[in-house]
C-alpha cells in the first residue's frame, strides 16, 4: 500500500494466564492471538475470518484495548495506541468504535435509545445543549434507517435487527474514522442481515469509514470487505485480496474452509476437502505450523518450522511452506 | 410412488400466552417419504422447530395446544394417542437431534450411560449389552477410540463431537425418521461439513428419511431432495429442491435466496444484496390475507384480503402466492 494505512497491527499478541494450584500462580497460557500483523487502509474493509477460537474477536478488542494486549504495536493515524493512557486513550477512542454481535446483550435495557445513542456525544463533550443533543440524536437514527420518534423507547420495544442498527448510530454517534464489527450479523435472520449488510455498506460511502469486519461466514466477509485476512489459532495464515482468496486460496486452510461452504445452488457440485478432527486446544498449540495436525498437505518439517507470512502474489500473503 | 410415512395436514399448534394465542403453527401440510431428505426452512419464528416437535409430541401442553389437523404416521394419527403409546414410537420410529449440543445432553452422566439408557428403555437389553450397543453406535458415527470414549462425559467432546454423540443416540434405535432441528447451527463450518456427511451416510446406511430443519439456505441445497419454505406459521412454498432454487415462486423464497452473499461468485460483479424490507409480522393476531403481504414488493389489493391457497405450479411444486 502506497498510503500510510489508518490502522497498523504489527505482531501483536495475547496471552490469557491460566491460574490453578494453591497458590492460583499462573499455571499455563491460552494463545489467543500469537503474532498478529496487518494493515488497513483508509476507507479499505478487512475482512478477519476464522472458526471459534482463533482469537478473531480477541484480535479486535485488543486494538481497542478492550482487552490490554500482551504485547504488539498497534498505530491508529500515526498515533501509538498502546503507549496511551487517560485521557489520550479516551480521545483516541472516538476514533475507534465497535458495533458489537449480540444486539440483545449490549444495549442497557434501562436507558432509552436517545440516552443510549446520546452517552457518547456527552462523555466526549460534543454537543452544547440538549436540545443539540436530541437534534444529533435523530439525525444518526434517520442516518441508521430508524424513526425520530424511536429516541424515547427502550431496547426491548426493537428487533434484533432493529437493535443493530440503534448499535450502529451509538458507534457512529462520535464520528469514528475506523468501526470494528465485531460479528455483527451472525445473530440475525438472513432476510434483515442482508438489510444490516447494505447498511455498512451505504454509510461506508457516505462517511469514509475504515471497517475491520469480524466474522466467521465467509460469503458475508467476501461481500463487504476489499481485503481479507484467515486466522487460524491466533495467527494469520493468509492476507489477499477478497477475490483472490476467493478465486485462488493459498494456504490449505483457507482452502478447506472456503470448500466447506454450502452454497444455496443444487446445480452446483463442488469437490469438498474434508479437514479431519477439530481445532487444537490453544493451550498447546501445535508445534511449527499450527495447522499440521489437519493439513492435507503436511510434511514432517511442519511440525517443526514455523511458517513466516510472506508475500508470494503481489499482496497476496500466506503463511506455508509448500504452496504460494 | 413411495411410501408415504409421516403427513401433516392441516396441523394447527397454538399457544396460549398473556397477550393472546400465538398461532405458531397455522395450517400446516407436508409429508415424508420413505428414504427421503425433506428440508423445512424459514427464518426464526416461523412455525419450523414447533411442527418438528409437535411431530414428537414435546410441546408443553398447557400452554401449547393442537388446535386442529392431524399427524399420520405409516397411516395413524399421533395426536389422539396416549403416552405410553406414543412412547413406542419416539426412538424406534421417530427420533430427534437438537440444535445444541452443549445442553441437550445430561452432564453429570457418561455418554455411554445416555445412549445405554434409550437402548435399554426400547429394546430388551441388559447393562452390558447396552454399552456394548452405544459403543457399536459411537463407532458408527466415527468417533475415534469408541471403547474408551463411551466413559467420557459430555463436556469432554467438543461440540461437533458431541453433536455425534447425539446422532449416536438418536439412530441408536435405527428410527425410519430423523428430525434434524438445526443440526449444524451451533457448529463451525468445517465441523458442519462432517455433520451433514454423517447424516448422508448414516441415511444411506440405515434407509432411514431425514427431515431437516435449517434456516441455512447453502444447507438446504446441498442436502434435501425437496424443500418446504415456512413464514409466520404456513407453508408458502414447496418444491422439489432444484425447482426451489432454479424457479423460486413465492416472492419470499425469492427474497430468502437473493439476499444471501454468495462465496462461489465472487468473480463475478459484485452486486448489492436484495433485502427484504421489514420484519416478520407478530403470531398474535396475524393479518387476514397472505401474511407476507407487508413486506412483499408485489402485494396487491386483494393479498391483504384472504389468504391465498397452495396451487400446484409444476409437478410437485407448490406455492401460497396470487401471482
Request: glycine share 8%.
Amino acid at each position: 500500500m502506497s498510503a500510510e494505512p489508518l490502522l497498523s497491527v504489527k505482531n501483536l499478541k495475547k496471552h490469557f494466564a491460566i491460574k490453578g494450584g494453591v497458590f492460583a500462580r499462573n499455571v499455563e497460557k491460552v494463545y489467543a492471538v500469537d503474532g498478529v500483523s496487518f494493515d488497513i487502509g483508509k476507507s479499505e474493509t478487512l475482512g478477519l475470518v476464522g472458526e471459534s477460537g482463533c482469537g478473531k474477536s480477541t484480535t479486535g478488542r485488543c486494538i481497542l484495548r478492550l482487552i490490554e494486549p500482551s504485547s504488539g504495536e498497534v498505530w491508529l493515524s500515526g498515533q501509538d495506541v498502546m503507549r496511551m493512557d487517560g485521557s489520550a486513550l479516551r480521545s483516541l477512542r472516538r476514533d475507534m468504535q465497535i458495533i458489537f454481535q449480540d444486539p440483545y446483550a449490549s444495549l442497557n435495557p434501562r436507558l432509552t435509545v436517545a440516552a443510549i445513542i446520546g452517552e457518547a456525544l456527552q462523555i466526549h463533550n460534543l454537543v452544547k445543549s440538549k436540545k443539540e443533543l436530541e437534534e444529533r440524536v435523530v439525525k444518526l437514527l434517520e442516518t441508521v434507517g430508524l424513526q425520530p420518534d424511536h429516541m424515547r423507547r427502550f431496547p426491548h420495544e426493537f428487533s434484533g435487527g432493529q437493535r443493530q442498527r440503534i448499535g450502529i448510530a451509538r458507534a457512529l454517534a462520535v464520528e469514528p474514522k475506523l468501526l470494528i464489527c465485531d460479528e455483527p450479523v451472525s445473530a440475525l435472520d438472513v432476510s434483515i442481515q442482508a438489510q444490516v449488510i447494505n447498511l455498512l455498506e451505504d454509510l461506508q460511502e457516505q462517511f469514509g469509514l475504515t471497517y475491520l469486519f469480524i466474522a466467521h461466514d465467509l460469503s458475508v466477509v467476501e461481500h463487504i470487505s476489499t481485503r481479507v485476512a484467515v486466522m487460524y489459532l491466533g495467527r494469520v495464515v493468509e492476507i489477499a485480496p477478497s477475490r483472490a482468496l476467493y478465486d485462488t486460496p493459498l494456504h490449505p486452510y483457507t482452502e478447506a474452509l472456503l470448500s466447506a461452504v454450502p452454497i444455496p445452488d443444487p446445480t452446483v457440485k463442488r469437490k469438498r476437502i474434508m479437514l479431519q478432527g477439530d481445532v487444537p486446544n490453544p493451550i498447546r498449540p501445535p508445534s511449527g505450523c499450527h495447522f499440521h495436525t489437519r493439513c492435507p498437505i503436511a510434511r514432517a518439517d511442519c511440525a517443526q518450522r514455523d511458517p513466516e507470512l510472506l508475500e508470494k502474489r503481489p499482496g497476496h500473503w500466506v503463511a506455508c511452506h509448500y504452496r504460494g | 410412488m413411495a411410501e408415504t410415512l409421516l403427513e401433516i395436514r392441516g396441523l394447527k399448534t397454538w399457544f396460549k400466552t398473556d397477550d393472546g394465542m400465538v398461532r405458531a403453527v397455522d395450517g400446516v401440510d407436508l409429508h415424508i417419504d420413505r428414504g427421503e431428505t425433506v428440508g423445512v426452512v424459514g427464518e426464526s419464528g416461523c412455525g419450523k422447530t414447533v411442527t418438528a416437535r409437535s411431530v414428537l409430541k414435546l410441546i408443553d401442553m398447557p400452554p401449547g395446544r393442537f388446535e386442529d389437523g392431524s399427524i399420520l404416521w405409516r397411516g395413524r394419527d399421533l395426536i389422539p394417542l396416549a403416552a405410553d403409546e406414543m412412547d413406542k414410537i419416539r426412538a424406534r420410529e421417530i427420533a430427534i437431534v437438537f440444535q445444541e449440543p452443549m445442553t441437550s445432553l445430561n452432564p453429570v452422566y457418561t455418554v455411554g450411560d445416555q445412549i445405554a439408557e434409550v437402548l435399554r428403555q426400547h429394546q430388551q437389553l441388559n447393562r452390558k449389552q447396552a454399552i456394548d450397543a452405544a459403543v457399536e453406535m459411537l463407532r458408527l458415527v466415527n468417533i475415534p477410540n469408541p471403547g474408551k470414549r463411551v466413559h467420557d462425559y459430555p463436556h469432554q467432546f467438543s461440540g461437533g463431537m458431541r453433536q455425534r454423540v447425539m446422532i449416536a443416540m438418536a439412530l441408536s434405535c435405527k428410527p425410519k425418521l430423523l428430525i434434524a432441528d438445526e443440526p449444524t447451527t451451533a457448529l463451525d463450518v468445517t465441523i458442519q461439513a462432517q455433520i451433514l456427511e454423517l447424516m448422508q451416510e448414516m441415511k444411506e446406511k440405515l434407509g432411514m428419511s431425514i427431515m431437516l430443519i435449517t434456516h441455512a439456505m447453502g444447507v438446504v441445497a446441498e442436502t434435501c431432495q425437496r424443500v418446504v419454505v415456512m413464514y409466520a406459521g404456513k407453508v408458502v412454498e414447496e418444491a422439489p429442491v432444484e425447482a426451489l432454487f432454479g424457479n423460486p415462486r413465492h416472492p419470499y423464497t425469492q427474497g430468502l435466496i437473493r439476499s444471501i452473499p454468495r462465496v462461489d461468485r465472487a468473480a463475478e460483479q459484485k452486486q448489492r444484496l436484495e433485502a427484504i424490507a421489514g420484519t416478520v409480522p407478530s403470531l398474535l393476531e396475524p393479518p387476514p390475507g397472505c401474511r407476507f403481504a407487508a413486506r412483499c414488493k408485489f402485494a396487491m389489493d386483494v393479498c391483504t384480503k384472504a389468504m391465498p391457497p397452495l396451487k400446484e405450479v409444476g409437478p410437485g411444486h407448490f406455492v401460497r402466492c396470487v401471482l
